[in-house]
C-alpha cells in the first residue's frame, strides 16, 4: 500500500485558513486521495476525497499536485472545532477494510 | 437512525475476563469493518463483515480474537482472555452495499486491570 507523509502537528489561529501537507511520492494512477479527521475522543469522520482534480465541500478544500506526488487540505477559516487529528489516506480499492491510517497531523487552533 | 452504534462506551476488563463489544451499523448499511486505535498510534484495521460472513479477516490476531455479525442483531467483537495489551481504543465503521460512504461510530474504549 502506497504510503503517505504528514508532520506531526501544526498550530493554526483561529478563523485563519489552514493548509495541511500530504506527500504520496509512490502514489499510483489509480489511488484515490481521502483525508479524515478524529476529534478527541471520537471516532474518524470523512473529510473529502480525491482523484486528480481539485475537489470542494462544505468542510474543506483539497488541492492536488499535478504530478499528484502531493495533496493539501485545506480548511477556508479554522474554528476550535477544527481541533483534531488530520489523516491523509491512499486507496484504490472500496471497502474501509482498503484504509489505512497512519499517525496524521494533529491540528491545534489557537483561540 | 443516529448513526454507527457502538456499546458499551466504556469497558474494564481484569486479565482472563472476555470483552464483547458491541456494533449497530447506520440503517441500510450491510458491511461492517472493525479497526483497533492504540494509544498515540493510528487505527489499524482488523476485520470486514458482512450479514453472516467475515469477507477478509487480514488484520485480526490469530487467536482470542473473533467477530461475527448475525442475520439480526448488531456485529459483536469478542475478545476471550483478555491481557492488558488488549487496552485500546476499539472502532467500528459501517458502509452501504458498494462499499462506498463509511461512517465511523465514536468507538469503545477497553482497559484490561
Known amino acids: 500500500d502506497a504510503k503517505t507523509t504528514q508532520p506531526n502537528s501544526m498550530e493554526s489561529n483561529e478563523e485563519e485558513p489552514v493548509h495541511l501537507p500530504c506527500n504520496h511520492s509512490?502514489?499510483?494512477?489509480?489511488?484515490?486521495i481521502h483525508w479524515y479527521r478524529q476529534l478527541p475522543s471520537q471516532g474518524p469522520e470523512y473529510v473529502i476525497h480525491?482523484?486528480?482534480s481539485n475537489v470542494n465541500n462544505r468542510m474543506a478544500s483539497l488541492a492536488i499536485a499535478e504530478d499528484r506526488k502531493s495533496s493539501t487540505l485545506i480548511l477556508h477559516r479554522a474554528t476550535l472545532r477544527d481541533a483534531a487529528v488530520y489523516y491523509c489516506?491512499?486507496?484504490?480499492?472500496?471497502?474501509?477494510?482498503?484504509?489505512?491510517f497512519g499517525t496524521g497531523t494533529r491540528l491545534t487552533v489557537i483561540p | 437512525n443516529a448513526g454507527v452504534m457502538q456499546n458499551p462506551r466504556h469497558l474494564v476488563r481484569r486479565r482472563g475476563q472476555e470483552a464483547r463489544l458491541r456494533c449497530s451499523p447506520m440503517?441500510?448499511?450491510?458491511?461492517v469493518y472493525w479497526y483497533r486505535q492504540l494509544p498515540e498510534e493510528g487505527l489499524k484495521f482488523m476485520v470486514y463483515?458482512?450479514?453472516?460472513?467475515?469477507?477478509?479477516e487480514s488484520g485480526m490476531p490469530k487467536e482470542r480474537f473473533s467477530a461475527e455479525f448475525p442475520k439480526e442483531g448488531p456485529s459483536i467483537l469478542r475478545i476471550q482472555q483478555v491481557v492488558r495489551g488488549d487496552s485500546a481504543a476499539y472502532f467500528c465503521?459501517?458502509?452501504?452495499?458498494?462499499?462506498?460512504?463509511?461512517?465511523f461510530g465514536s468507538g469503545t474504549r477497553l482497559t484490561v486491570v
Open positions: 465503521a459501517s458502509s452501504p452495499p458498494g462499499g462506498r460512504g463509511y461512517t
Open positions: 509512490t502514489i499510483s494512477g489509480t489511488d484515490y
Open positions: 480525491g482523484l486528480t
Open positions: 489516506i491512499l486507496s484504490v480499492k472500496t471497502g474501509a477494510n482498503n484504509l489505512f
Open positions: 440503517k441500510g448499511h450491510s458491511h
Open positions: 463483515l458482512q450479514k453472516e460472513n467475515i469477507i477478509d
